[in-house]
């Protein structure tokens, strides 16, 4: 953080920091790319600091059990929050929160991206991004696109899809994604937004027709699949994302040290490589202003979307 100017004292605090164990709070389950990039995180972090970083999941409520016990945490920087598209999604979803994304965090970075993807049913005849919307635009209501629920980056991908192509697809809303996969499968739906890790080996059996990576570019895990840019809609960028926040609050000095602590620990070749592995892409230079920037960006963006869609939480 530019400019920002330390007196001894506040240096001292930043060089001493942390004095004992450091809370990361998951606000998902075990298992998946949020919990895997926040252990990798955690582990390399309890390493440089010689204090405990303990991983705290929280799951519930659509990501905000867990967001709404990083905002009430004490703002002296020993609780973080692995952040993700919920956190930017959930303030225009819910009517009630009891946190507010901006007013009550301080960003420190974006962490890692992930690419997500348009699948189709290999019974549908689309062979690229065009086909699919001209045939979408030739049967309207009649393709039906499944998520894990009402509210869903899945659900939230489709809405603006319709918005930028002024396609009718009807939305099947699942209780989970395990369940929507499987009747995509099925044929029971005919697509899907789904994560690209998620579908890799459906993709490779052919069992799934992947049209176009959501992302602004293609992603390394399947780089013969274009981006929705390349692939004729440009403005369309849905990206998985996962980013550090602490409370505000919290000292300047601290931030800046999380920051400077964090991005070093993301730069490590390993730690790019473990990552890769699991369909993310470690982020690079990326400063607290432009994750808060970032993020202001995101709620703006999908509050659109929410209002479009009159989309609601289940």
Known sequence: MAGILFTPCTMLHAQTYPTRSVRFVVPVAPGGATDILTRTLAQRLTAAWGQSVLVDNRPGGGSNVGFEVAALAPADGYTLLMAQPAFTVNVSLYKKLAYDPLRDFAAITLAATSANVLVIHPSVPAYSLKDFIALAKSKPGQLNYASSGNGTTGHLSGELFKTLTGVSITHVPYKGAGVSVTDLLGGHVDLAFLSLPSVVPQLKAKRLRALAITSAKRSA?????PAFAEAGLPGYDVSGWYGVVTRSGVPKEIVVRLHMDISRALA??????????????????????EFSAFLRA?????????KTAAAKAD
């Open 221 to 225: 895990l399947m780089p013969d699949i």
């Open 268 to 289: 490590q070749s390993d730690v790019v490589q473990s990552l890769a592995a699991s369909g993310l892409e470690a982020a690079r230079a990326n400063t607290p202003e």
């Open 298 to 306: 995101e709620i703006s963006k999908w509050a659109k979307v929410v």
